[in-house]
């Protein structure tokens, strides 16, 4: 007979997880909180406009290539390569740098403020490479069952790193860079895992590497959410059913396993293996009531930022923007010192503003732009009150309109905003982080909540919170090693 198997979450990692255990034979059924699935994968339609809520484009297509060739299936969605990769602008000047794959048109744009850009960039991506090379298949894509297995892998990465994991992102860019320009610049990934380039390990520079060389950055027909589509049709087409709007708030257990897991109606739902595709650490302390998941436990550890987060509608085109833009401002040390504690650090935001249709014209109506402004603030624990949403949002539009010549702020026939409050309750993120918790040094791997349950020996996690951490191929590859603990489990019983 089948196993059967309740998903609780039907975010990208349960969606994932659930279409290889379907293809196995499992009877799979997924709970989903909300009214729709996809969790931080999601998207906005109002007013006409079509709009990403969470990730605007994806990088290593080859993990979901991988993906689909496990599950025997064709992509469920179509994808195209950005290039440049995104643009940047400061505000102490007109000029927008572009992020160009190609280094030698990229080194033109920094031919006055770092005069030899190319062969410093070519040496800082040699040595992001070799980092990407020798970790990622090694300690990235493993299973871990104790912090001992965890350094034993550890070890067998080359020791010529090891000086690396001493540094932070912005020390290691600045041995191969001297301009502020170049360095802020090339530190921008570090806030693609919800942290500051001072307090990221220099170890994720090997981004770089995947951002320029190895595989680039992508995004998807139709806008992100199509991901979500795809998997779930061909769910359907294996008899998954999904169940929305139904939250679960406790559990029965006996001898060791968990019987059923119980919604917000007392209904419970009973399967041989539960998988939770919510918060590994949220989940464990708010449902399992663990004490070492307790929130105030959950507040001594490192979070991501929490994001601000606005949709826009305009009724005009903005051809001078491009479909990915960073705008900084002048105190970029200060900004990030204060980003995650200082209410303060407000007043002159850091943004991102992804324009969705300028690729994706189906996204809005004719004539007319959908934008997604994203901007690091602190989470819950710093910054409580959002009373000045409005303020925040207005002064941020107006600096985005003065960056690109054009006042937006009579243009603007759609507008939604999403602050930490709302996406702490939303999607159940501890005080509204958005990426959930942080890679710091002691909490990747096997210092990161584990994919399988300390007390339960059916309950396994999958997502952005437990291994190997935040980011769309990251949760891929989290389905993967998820799905191999299941079958390691189902081959004992």
Known sequence: MAKSVIIVGAGLGG???????????????????NGNAGGRVNRLKKDGFTFDTGPSFFSMSYEFKEFAKDCNIQLPFKYFELDPLYTVNFRRSPKTYYLYKDISRLAEQFRDTEPDFEDKMRRYLRKSGRLFHDTVDVVIKSNYDSVLHYLLTLMKVNPVHLPVMFRNFWQQVSRYFKSEDAVQILSLVAFFLGRTPFDTSSVYTLLSYTEFMHDGYFNVEGGMYKIIE??????????????????????SATDGR???????????????IIVINADAAVFRGQVFRRPEFSAERLDRKSWTMGPLTMYLGIRSKLHMVNHHNYYLGDNFREYADKVFRSPDSLQKPYYYVNVLSGQNPDCAPEGAESLFFVCPVPDLRFKSDWSDRDQVVDSIIDDFSVRIGKDIRPLIVSRTVYTPVDWQDQFNLHRGSGLGLAHDMLQIGAFRPKN???????????????????????????SKLAFRRIEEYSAKI
Request: charge should be negative.
């Open 15 to 33: 969606l994932a997880t659930a279409l290889r255990l379907a293809k196995k034979g499992y009877k799979v059924e997924i709970i989903e909180k």
């Open 258 to 272: 968990v019987e059923s897991v119980v919604d917000q109606h007392n209904r419970e739902w009973r399967a041989d």
């Open 230 to 251: 795809g998997i779930v049709d061909e769910l359907k087409k294996e008899n998954v059913k999904i169940t929305y709007n139904t939250e679960i708030k406790d559990f």
């Open 452 to 478: 399988y349950d300390e007390l339960f020996k059916n309950v396994f996690y999958v997502g952005a919170s437990t291994i190997p951490g935040t980011g769309l191929p990251m949760v891929i590859i989290s």
